[in-house]
């Protein structure tokens, strides 16, 4: 074998590359079990994925798909921009589809961000759009939140010359707080036309309050802002990923500039086609989440367990110890939780709602790993 000649040395990077700390996803099922030995059923409550499954209408669509897998897919997504067009009543040069939605965000900040620019965003806040100010090696501006929510008049008051996004997450994940339709409107109207706002809405198929913001008004309004929703919750398509924005067609032109072609794949488009045609599925999705989240709400509170009441399809839960302690515990009973440290909770797990075995066998655990504690304490 030839020696190594370049052991040690490696091209350079830029330097705001080096210090980005990657975006670490919930643990998957299998690293679990690979590294705990673990047997039995495992329950993954770590990344608010759907746990009823895709609909059987885009399983039939994907399945109809595979023998035209040597074929590239239509890289326009012509035929589900076409429906999620119709859906939101939004015309289709107004609708970008992306490898997930975490793609379109990283794609609006590299379309957008100057180093001189600014990104505004709450802190606790989903993280993408952090990583995609790093990347840009523009300015950061975390706004903090209060009472669990955005400050959206903070926000306001740091919206500056140099701001060029503010990016707010409505549920925010992973606190699972809402900001209402009347907040909402009234920032958006303050907010100056050279800053675009993402409103990253991954969970709002979930929300039947009459309180949540109706953001299609603002794209009718004119307004600069960059709609966010996904297929990777309700809809349970996460492992397929397909995301998608809604904004004026010029700026959908822009940050379609540097789009990677082909970034949403043969299967996912069909997937996605199918699924939004599923709406039973959804509705089922909606009433596991919402019979979930009473449950748990009310057994976290015979626990004493301080939760925040969520938006979403997961619970922010609050221990009086480092959740990580909870989390390994939970952990070695076959349940995947998120610690979320890194949004700068360092006492909390962040909890995904699922189906009723699923909740039970977590009390059940959380109970038994609340008690070792105890004990240890005592
Ligand atoms: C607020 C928010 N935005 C975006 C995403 C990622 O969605 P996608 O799977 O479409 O990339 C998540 C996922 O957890 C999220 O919570």
Not at 138 to 154: F, M, S
Not at 193 to 199: A, C, D, G, N, S
Not at 235 to 241: M, Q
Not at 286 to 311: C, N, T
């Amino acid at each position: 074998m030839q020696p190594d000649m370049n052991s040690g040395q490696y091209p350079t990077p830029r330097p705001n590359i080096d210090s980005i700390r990657p975006y670490k996803p919930g643990k998957p099922t299998e690293q679990v079990v690979r590294e705990l030995g673990l047997r039995g059923p495992i329950d993954k409550l770590a990344s608010n994925e759907n746990p009823l499954g895709p609909s059987a209408k885009a399983l039939a669509a994907l399945r109809r798909e595979l023998g035209r897998l040597n074929l590239y897919p239509e890289d326009s997504c012509h035929i589900l921009r076409e429906r999620l067009a119709k859906r939101h009543r939004v015309d289709m040069e107004s609708v970008l589809v992306g490898n997930g939605s975490v793609e379109l965000i990283m794609m609006a900040c590299l379309a957008y961000l100057r180093p001189e620019d600014e990104l505004l965003m709450s802190s606790g806040s989903f993280i993408m759009a952090k990583v995609g100010s790093m990347v840009m090696d523009c300015r950061l501006r975390e706004i903090p939140t209060k009472e669990y929510r955005h400050d959206l008049d903070r926000m306001l008051e740091n919206i500056g010359e140099r701001t060029r996004i503010v990016y707010l997450d409505n549920p925010m994940n992973p606190i699972g707080t809402m900001t209402t339709r009347r907040e909402l409107d009234a920032f958006i109207r303050a907010v100056p036309p050279q800053v675009l706002v993402i409103i990253d809405e991954a969970y709002a198929e979930y929300i039947t309050s009459k309180q949540y913001p109706r953001s299609f008004d603002y794209y009718n309004d004119n307004r600069n802002v960059l709609i966010l929703r996904t297929f990777s919750k309700i809809y349970g398509l996460a492992g397929i990923r397909v995301g998608y924005g809604v904004a004026r067609p010029a700026i959908i032109e822009t940050i379609g500039k540097v789009r990677i072609p082909f970034n949403v794949n043969r299967a996912a488009q069909a997937a996605a086609i199918a699924a939004m045609d599923d709406k039973a599925h959804a509705a089922r999705s909606r009433k596991q989440v919402d019979a979930g989240r009473k449950y748990l709400s009310k057994e976290l509170e015979q626990l004493k367990v301080f939760y925040i009441p969520s938006f979403t399809n997961f619970l922010l839960v609050n221990f009086a110890v480092d959740s990580q302690v909870v989390f390994e515990g939970l952990q070695q009973r076959g349940v995947i939780t998120r610690p979320v440290k890194q949004y700068g909770f360092p006492n909390a797990l962040r909890v995904t709602i699922g189906t009723q075995p699923q909740n039970k066998r977590f009390v059940k655990a959380l109970t038994a790993v609340l008690a070792d504690i105890q004990r240890a304490g005592d």
